[in-house]
C-alpha cells in the first residue's frame, strides 16, 4: 500500500499527553552525563542533574511557539486527531511536505503552516502563499486517499510578529472562498479567547466565518420531530433537540461577521464567563431547563409534514445544511453553557424555531424579550445594540447603534478624556475610581439630546456610520475643553462634578445649546471643518464661562447638583449654569421657551402677591388631592392612599401644637382625616403622596405622566415655599427663586388654576 504521510497522528489520551508538552515554553531532554557539555555548547541549560544522566532545556524559538499556540488552540477546539510533532510530514508528488499543525475533525481537515519572527517587523509573504497554493491539490488528493474518502480540506497561514504588505493581503483574500485562509495573531488571540469563553463549540463559529455562504454538504443531517404553527411570515416550529447538534449551527454574533476580533467581542458581551461556568455545573449536577430555546433560522429548512390534527401539524424538520444556520434570540447561556458537559449529546432542550425574521424584527423580539421579561440591565442593552440592529435601515435604530459606537469609541481612543472612564459590560474594568461612569447615562444623554438625530442637523454627518466618527471626534473635543478647564475637578471622578454621569449629562445639554447657537450665528465651519482648533476656542470662550461659575460655587452646592439625577433637575440646573449666558445673548433659549414660559418672575410679582400665591396653591392643592383620593378609596382615602410617612409626620405635627396648646388637646386629638390633612401637611407630605405607587395612576394624566418632571417641580416649589413660609432669607439664590415660582405655576395650570393655559402638553 502507498504511503501518503510520514510522522505520527495522534488521539484520544495521546493528544492531552502531548498538549501538556506543547503548553511549556521550553525543551527538555534527558540525557547520560557525558552529553552535558556538548548541548551547553548548544545554548542548552542544566536542569537537574541525575546519577549517571542530566536534564536539560532550552526555551523554544518563535516558529516552534506559535505552532505550539496553534495545536493546541485547534486541539481545544475539539478537533480529535492531529500531528504529534514537528516530523510530521504529507507526500505531495516525489516530495514530502513538513507540516507544523495538522488537525481533524470529522469530515474537516486543516492544514495550517505557522511564520513568526522575534521583533515585529516587514516581511515578504508571498513566496510562501504561492507554495501554499501550488500544493494544495496534491496535498488535498493524498488526504483523501489516506483516508478513503472525500474530505473538506482547508489551508491555514497564520503569522506572527509579521506586517503583511498590501499585495501579500490581497493575494491571500483573493483565495480565501478557495479553502485557503490567513490569520495574523489578533486572530489567533480573538480565537484563543473565543475558546477559553465556549470551548469546543468554537469550533462551530469558526466554521461559521470560514465556511460563510457556503452549502456544508458534509455537514450531518440534523432532524428532529417538530410541531408546526403560525402563517406566512409569523411561521415557527417547536421541537426539542440534543445541545450537541445545536450548537453545531447556533450562533449569537451577526452573520455577517467575519473579523474573528468583532465575533469574540459580541460574545464577551452576550455570553458571561462565570454564568457559563455556573450553568455547567448546575447541569452536570442533573439540573434541566424546561424552557424554550428562541432562535431564528437565517436559512429556510426543509419540513415533511406526516400529520395534521385540527391547526397542529406535526411532521419532521430538517435543518439547513450550513454552519450558522440558527441565530439564537434568547437561551444563549442555556445552550452554550451546555458546551463543556458530557450530557450534551444526551440532554434535550425544548426550542421555538422561526424562520427568516427580517433583521428589525430580531432586534426587536430580542429587546423585548430581554428588556420586558428578564432583568438585563440598561447597560447591556446600550452594549449590544451594534450587533443586535446591525443591518436594521428603520432610522431610529441605526441612531441606538451610532449611539453606543459613539460612547465605545470616546471610551476607547487613546485622545479621548473620557478614555477607560466609562463602564462598558464587554470591556474588563479598570481601577476603582476610574471606571465611574455609565455606557447607559451617557448614551441616554445623547439620545436625549438628539444630537446625532438627521432631522437635528448637528452632529449628523451624510450617514449614521459617518456621523460615529463625526460626533465622537466633536465631543472628544469638547469635553478635552472642559477638563483642562477644570483639572481639580475633573479628576476627583464622582467624588467631583464634571466627570460624573450628572455632570456628563448636563454639559452634553450644554453641548447642544452650543451647536445650535454656532448654527444660528452661521459658524456651522467653526465645528465641521477638519481642524477642531477654533471650535475649541469657542467651547473655552462661552462654554467655559460656566466652568468659571462652578469653580465659584461651594463645593457643597456642586455636591448637591450632582445628587440631583431626575430629567427635571439636569434641565433646572443646566437652566442655572447657563443664565448668565442666557441673559447676555440669548444662548440656549430652547430650554425656557420650550412649553410656552419663561423663568423670570414678573416684575409686576411682589413678594407679598408670591406668598399669597404660595398658600393658595397648598390650600387649593390639598383639597385637590382628597377629591380624587376619595373618587377612587372612597371612605377609606386616609387608610389606603396615605402613606405611614405622611401620617407619622402629621400625628408629630400634632403632637407639638398640643405641647405648646395643651388646652386644644381634646380637639386635635379627634380631628378626622379631611381636617388632618388639610391642616398638618406640608408640601413634601403633598409630593409624597402624588408620587406614592398606587396613587400615581391617579394623578398621572393631571401632571402630563411624566413623574421625574412633576417631582422636580414639586422640589423647586417647595424650595421656594421655604423661603418664603419662614420669612427669613432662606437659601434661595436668584435662579433658584425664578424656577421655584414657575414651578408653582405649573402646578397651578395642572391643577386648575388657570384656565388659560392647556396643560395636555408635555413641558420640559
Not at 154 to 171: A, G, H, K, Q
Not at 432 to 459: F, K, P, Q, W, Y
Not at 504 to 511: A, C, E, P, S, T
Not at 534 to 556: C, H, N, Y
Request: charged share 30%.
Amino acid at each position: 500500500m502507498k504511503t501518503y504521510f510520514y510522522g505520527e497522528l495522534i488521539e484520544d489520551e495521546e493528544l492531552e499527553k502531548t498538549a501538556k508538552q506543547r503548553q511549556k515554553k521550553y525543551r527538555e531532554v534527558t540525557t547520560p552525563e557525558r552529553n552535558k557539555d556538548s548541548y551547553l555548547s548548544k545554548g542548552w541549560g542544566l536542569k537537574k542533574k541525575y546519577k549517571r544522566s542530566v536534564k536539560l532545556y532550552k526555551k523554544k524559538e518563535v516558529d516552534e511557539l506559535l505552532e505550539d499556540e496553534v495545536w493546541l488552540l485547534f486541539k481545544n477546539m475539539g478537533f480529535t486527531e492531529m500531528n504529534k510533532n514537528r516530523n510530521f510530514k504529507i507526500q505531495v508528488g516525489p516530495i514530502e511536505k513538513q507540516i507544523d499543525v495538522f488537525a481533524k475533525d470529522g469530515n474537516n481537515i486543516f492544514v495550517i503552516e505557522c511564520k513568526a519572527q522575534s521583533e515585529k517587523g516587514p516581511r515578504s509573504l508571498r513566496k510562501d502563499i504561492h507554495e501554499i497554493l501550488n500544493l494544495r491539490n496534491d496535498i488535498t488528493q493524498s488526504i483523501r486517499k489516506h483516508y478513503g474518502q472525500k474530505l473538506r480540506v482547508s489551508f491555514l497561514l497564520v503569522t506572527r510578529n509579521i506586517t503583511w504588505s498590501s499585495t501579500d493581503e490581497e493575494l491571500a483574500t483573493e483565495n480565501w472562498r478557495n479553502g485557503f485562509f490567513f490569520w495574523k495573531e489578533t486572530d489567533l488571540e480573538s480565537y484563543t479567547n473565543l475558546t477559553n469563553q465556549l470551548g469546543e463549540s468554537t469550533r462551530f463559529q469558526m466554521y461559521n466565518i470560514l465556511f460563510f455562504g457556503k452549502k456544508i454538504p458534509e455537514l450531518g443531517d440534523i432532524e428532529v420531530p417538530a410541531i408546526y404553527g403560525g402563517k406566512g411570515k409569523n411561521k415557527y416550529y417547536s421541537f426539542i433537540i440534543q445541545p450537541e447538534k445545536l450548537l453545531q449551527v447556533a450562533y449569537v454574533h451577526r452573520r455577517e461577521e467575519s473579523n474573528p476580533e468583532e465575533v469574540s467581542g459580541t460574545y464577551q458581551r452576550m455570553l458571561k464567563k462565570g454564568k457559563l461556568d455556573k450553568i455547567c455545573k448546575f447541569i452536570n449536577g442533573r439540573g434541566f431547563f424546561p424552557n424554550n430555546i428562541i432562535l431564528n433560522f437565517t436559512e429556510e429548512p426543509i419540513f415533511d409534514r406526516k400529520a395534521e390534527v385540527g391547526d397542529i401539524v406535526y411532521g419532521i424538520l430538517k435543518f439547513p445544511k450550513s454552519y450558522g444556520s440558527a441565530w439564537v434570540i434568547d437561551g444563549q447561556h442555556r445552550l452554550f453553557g451546555y458546551s463543556e458537559t458530557v450530557k450534551k449529546a444526551k440532554d434535550t432542550l425544548p426550542v421555538v424555531a422561526f424562520v427568516k425574521l427580517k433583521k428589525v424584527q430580531q432586534a426587536r423580539l430580542f429587546v423585548e424579550i430581554n428588556k420586558e421579561q428578564t432583568p438585563v440591565s440598561s447597560n447591556l442593552l446600550w452594549d449590544l445594540y451594534p450587533d443586535i440592529y446591525y443591518g436594521v435601515e428603520e432610522e431610529k435604530y441605526q441612531i441606538l447603534r451610532a449611539i453606543s459606537l459613539i460612547v465605545k469609541k470616546l471610551n476607547s481612543e487613546s485622545d479621548s478624556l473620557l478614555r477607560s472612564h466609562i463602564h462598558i459590560p464587554s470591556v474588563p474594568k479598570g481601577p476603582r475610581g476610574v471606571t465611574n461612569l455609565t455606557m447607559a447615562s451617557i448614551c441616554e444623554g445623547l439620545r436625549e439630546n438628539r444630537l446625532i438625530d438627521r432631522e437635528e442637523h448637528l452632529l449628523y454627518k451624510e450617514n449614521y456610520d459617518d456621523t460615529v466618527d463625526f460626533a465622537s471626534k466633536i465631543i472628544k473635543a469638547y469635553f478635552e475643553v472642559i477638563a483642562k478647564s477644570f483639572p481639580e475637578d475633573w479628576e476627583k471622578g464622582n467624588k467631583g462634578l464634571l466627570r460624573t454621569n450628572i455632570g456628563i449629562r448636563i454639559f452634553l445639554v450644554v453641548l447642544r445649546q452650543l451647536i445650535r447657537h454656532l448654527r444660528y450665528e452661521g459658524l456651522e465651519r467653526v465645528y465641521t471643518k477638519q481642524d477642531l482648533k477654533d471650535f475649541k476656542s469657542k467651547v473655552d470662550e462661552i462654554v467655559g464661562r460656566v466652568i468659571v461659575k462652578l469653580k465659584g460655587m461651594p463645593v457643597a452646592k456642586r455636591d448637591n447638583i450632582r445628587k440631583e439625577s431626575s430629567k427635571g433637575w439636569v434641565l433646572q440646573n443646566t437652566q442655572m449654569l447657563i443664565w448668565d449666558l442666557k441673559e447676555e445673548f440669548n444662548f440656549g433659549l430652547e430650554l425656557w421657551r420650550k412649553g410656552g414660559w419663561t423663568p423670570e418672575v414678573p416684575k409686576e410679582e411682589t413678594d407679598g402677591n408670591i406668598r399669597v400665591l404660595l398658600e393658595d396653591t397648598e390650600k387649593t392643592l390639598r383639597n385637590f388631592i382628597i377629591k380624587e383620593l376619595k373618587k377612587t378609596y372612597g371612605d377609606t382615602w386616609w387608610r389606603q392612599g396615605i402613606t405611614k410617612g405622611v401620617k407619622d409626620d402629621v400625628e408629630e405635627k400634632i403632637a407639638s401644637q398640643v405641647s405648646t396648646e395643651p388646652w386644644k388637646k381634646d380637639e386635635l386629638k379627634n380631628l378626622d382625616p379631611e381636617r388632618k390633612f388639610m391642616g398638618f401637611t406640608d408640601t413634601p407630605n403633598l409630593k409624597e403622596t402624588i408620587q406614592f405607587t398606587p396613587n400615581w395612576k391617579l394623578f398621572e394624566n393631571v401632571f402630563i405622566k411624566d413623574k421625574e418632571y412633576t417631582m422636580a417641580q414639586f422640589k423647586s416649589f417647595e424650595f421656594i415655599r421655604n423661603k418664603y413660609q419662614h420669612f427669613v432669607e432662606h437659601e434661595c439664590d436668584e435662579i433658584s427663586k425664578n424656577l421655584g415660582y414657575w414651578g408653582m405655576q405649573w402646578i397651578r395650570r395642572c391643577i386648575g388654576l388657570d384656565k388659560t393655559i392647556k396643560t395636555s402638553k408635555k413641558l420640559k
